[in-house]
């Protein structure tokens, strides 16, 4: 008998499965999580408090809901020790439960810094609906937050938290923000706007130590400075989630190691999402994820569909500067081209033949992106 | 006919579309209501298809 199981509970794992069902009503769907198996949109936790939601508002479905809605057993609280690949069988404690295609929407994990200090033990990281709601919780009385990572979700988390009236004390090694993702000149203008709503920026430089004091915390950064805060959150970055997969005996390098087929190296065995690495491609948004689901569905439905990625622009949730970014493939050859005005940033990634690799838009420029996305190079073309 | 043009939201990514403004960037004009607009639209934001995301009544 064909079963399809999918292990994640995320945008991937579910709307794999919401699409699989769409071609094909019969078909046995198991997904398992390891969390509660609430439907939510992980993007919505960096925007929440200024959209004065809940953390329980948040969640869409319970996860009875989503095995009616999807006509698909969903297990929560369940952890896959170990994939058996050969017999095409997951190992559950004591319990063996067999696969004809099985799906790996693992996720990422938050990079949790070495850090010293007596208080390095209770930094936060918010990477999932539960984890967010206890977030909101010990933030409620609290005044001061201290973010370390200024990259999308630290800038989100600092422009949501800036706006709800909370003082925001925003770290980055890096000499600006969002530096990954954007130019100098956009970078600039960002700051300046989330510097607007009272966020202090601490850049280039990074957190020696963590101690408890009095009323909370004392931040001290490693060229002297101190900071006082009630609490800190990291977000320095995500790490796919491979160990489920490297212990199974299936190939992970940044990710797990698919091709446009989404397949890994073991028979039947795929993987999209925050945890996969297509191509080369480790790409965290949520725009990759309905492109690849949508292939990968109509593959577990015995049609192989290879992915391909159009340009996917990524919006940054910082409404004090509306920010969108296609960055430029790696290695791409050119140089940016930029013009900025007090109102915006419009930086163009434009090849030596004068072609638009990619763009980083601020503020007023964000007008523009309709006009330019359709001249994007495709991130993944069709075969 | 102004007072029951309606805002949604999209539930994934929490782009908001207004009736009463449209999406002039992409092609929509003001006025089009939400169940006016095609089944193979896709959220400009996050690219969930009309067809796979009801979008939510946020305001009536």
Known sequence: MNSIIIIGAGLAGYNTAKELRKLNPEIAITIIATDSGRFYSKPMLSNALSAKKEPAAIALNSPEQMAIQLNATVRPHTTVEHIDTATQTLHIGEERLAYSKLVLALGADQIQLPLTGDGAADVFTVNDLDEYTEFRQRIEQKKRIAIIGA???????????????????????????????????????????????????????????????????????????????????????????????????????????????????????????????????????????????????QTLNDKHTATVFPAMPVMVKTPACPTIVSPPAAGAVGEWQIEASSEGVKSLFMGADGKLLGYALNGSATAERSKLTPLLPPVLSAL | MNSSLQVWECIVCGYIYNEAIGDPEHGIAAGIRWSDIPDNWTCPDCGVAKADFEMTLKVA
């Open chain 1, 151 to 297: 990259g999308l979700i630290g800038c989100e988390f600092a422009n949501d938290l800036a706006v709800a009236g909370y003082q925001v004390d925003l770290i980055d090694l890096a000499p600006q923000a969002l530096g990954r993702l954007l130019p100098p000149a956009g970078s600039s203008h960002l700051q300046e706007k989330l510097s607007g709503l009272g966020v202090n920026f601490h850049l280039g430089t990074s957190v020696a130590s963590i101690n408890n004091n009095a009323s909370g915390y004392t931040v001290t950064l490693a060229n002297q400075h101190t900071l006082e805060t009630d609490l800190v959150l990291s977000a320095v970055g995500l790490k796919p989630r491979t160990a489920l997969a490297a212990q199974s005996g299936i190939t992970v390098n940044r990710g797990i190691v698919v091709n446009r087929h989404l397949e890994t190296n073991a028979p039947n065995v795929y993987a999209l999402g925050d945890c996969a690495e297509i191509e080369g491609l480790v790409l965290p948004y949520v725009m990759p994820i309905m492109n690849a689901m949508r292939a990968l569905a």
